[in-house]
């Protein structure tokens, strides 16, 4: 008895290092030469595809003549000049379903009229040397660990940490960490529509997202927990009942920890609270509850309670370029009853990482299944799917993915979150052409004193 229990202990211990060496190993010197090579020094494939729809990456979107942070409200758009290639609805869904998700496809299904318009392909995102050198060095060096696949991000520099990636949990890192401006401040709008059709202004919120990594300045990570990778402050100005109010979220490399740190200031109490419960599958209530805390941006938070399958490489028609959405159309522009105008909405085709998650037998969440598509060369979630558990697509979340090309990296700030069992759907910080609302990026945090970062400095500042 005494041998079969050594025995099986010995195969229970080799299975855990083998799974620990599946999960830490970082690619071999030899791999990662591809980088620069057949691929981009980002991980993208470096080629265009057979028939040419998606180029060849020759460096991304470079500065528009014209852009001045300091008087736009918002970007100039690049790729005004662009007709539609062609068109997809009910009509013709059935030649392109290949190239679609299976959200995209629902939504045709479900809606009468919904359609998709696609332009030509402009792989536009762009990097900097500093992050580029960066990733070189992460190919053979970064890994991760903690005691759930995935937890931690350990040993990497401030570039993509898995541009040959592996895994699911790999491909998800990427995007917690894309390469973005390192502030972003905004002054926008957002708005429910109901089932039947009627929209409803979400709070109005000046707000930053920072992106510690990539600021030139250093200035935020001396203000931010240890390791954040991502975080921002939200300010509701409007309406008056929600004004004063602040939420305070930060996102690190650390999921043993629980992945993020998040406050939450109440002008009425004139405190701010550690809310370790915004996370996971707690609705938003400031968003009319018709998203989860941990899908905002695509996903954020821990991933413990999901296994993530890497699928492979898929060529898929996303939201891209999306300028129109989030800084040029106005608001009588933005809505029918059931979808976002597709008048607005640029659709091109892209490479995408494509991920299954499915949930742990012994996790909580109200959806029992995920599908993220996350674009090659950003890194970016494009759109995702979540199921509830008959299996049936609950959400679908589009994000408007916007490269930023004044400090390099992408805005994904923007997105459509449709649901497809109540029937309505949201689309958030948008509408920037309304007087008093901007969309503005910076690549230092230099010259930013009044972005309150700390919880202390969000109750100093704080008003009744």
Avoid at 79 to 94: R, T
Avoid at 195 to 224: C, M, N, Q, R
Wanted: net charge neutral; glycine share 8%.
């Amino acid at each position: 008895m005494s041998s079969k229990k050594t025995v099986l202990s010995a195969v229970f211990a080799a299975g855990i290092s083998l799974c620990n060496a599946s999960v830490l190993a970082a690619v071999s010197a030899e791999e990662a030469k591809q980088l620069g090579t057949t691929l981009t020094e980002f991980g993208a494939e470096k080629s265009g595809n057979k028939d040419g729809s998606i180029p060849a990456y020759t460096g991304g979107q470079g500065m528009v003549a014209g852009y001045d942070v300091k008087t736009m409200q918002g970007y100039i758009d690049p790729y005004k000049a662009d007709k539609p290639l062609y068109s997809i609805d009910a009509k013709n869904v059935a030649q392109y379903e290949a190239v679609l998700g299976a959200g995209t496809k629902a939504l045709i299904k479900q809606h009468p009229g919904y359609r998709v318009d696609v332009y030509p392909t402009h792989r536009s995102a762009r990097y900097t040397p500093e992050v580029l050198k960066a990733t070189s060095k992460n190919a053979t060096q970064a890994k991760l660990g903690g005691p759930v696949e995935g937890d931690n991000l350990e040993s990497y520099e401030k570039g993509v940490p898995f541009p040959i990636p592996k895994s699911g949990v790999e491909v998800l890192w990427n995007h917690a960490t894309r390469f973005a401006p390192a502030v972003t401040h905004r002054r926008d709008q957002g708005w429910v529509v109901d089932a039947s059709g009627v929209a409803t202004d979400l709070p109005t919120v000046d707000e930053y997202f920072v992106h510690p990594w990539f600021d030139k300045s250093g200035l935020i990570e001396k203000d931010v927990p240890k390791g954040t990778v991502f975080g921002f402050q939200a300010q509701l100005t409007a309406p008056p009942s929600s004004a004063g109010i602040v939420f305070l979220n930060f996102y690190t490399d650390k999921g043993e920890d629980g992945g993020q740190k998040v406050w939450f200031y109440t002008p009425g109490q004139r405190r701010v609270r550690m809310a370790p419960e915004f996370a996971y599958d707690v609705p938003i209530a400031s968003y009319g509850g018709i998203i989860l805390w941990d899908e905002i941006f695509g996903l954020v938070g821990r991933l413990d309670r999901f296994d993530y399958k890497l699928v492979g490489k898929k060529e898929i028609i996303v939201p891209y370029n999306a300028y129109q959405v989030t800084n040029i159309a106005t608001q009588d522009q933005y809505f029918t009853k059931k979808f976002v105008n597709p008048d607005i909405v640029r659709w091109e085709k892209h490479r995408v990482w494509v991920i299954d998650a499915t949930r742990k037998a012994s996790a909580r969440h109200i959806y029992s299944r995920r599908t993220f598509y996350v674009d090659e060369d950003s890194w970016a979630i494009a759109q995702s799917e979540h199921y509830d558990n008959a299996g049936n697509i609950y959400r679908v979340t589009q994000n408007m993915i916007t490269p930023t090309y004044d400090t390099g990296g992408v805005d994904i700030d923007s997105w459509a979150t449709y649901d497809l069992i109540k029937g309505n759907y949201m689309l958030i910080n948008v509408g920037v052409t309304k007087p008093g609302y901007f969309v503005k990026h910076y690549d230092s945090a230099a010259g930013f004193d009044h972005m309150n970062l700390t919880p202390q400095s969000v109750a100093a500042s704080g008003v009744r």
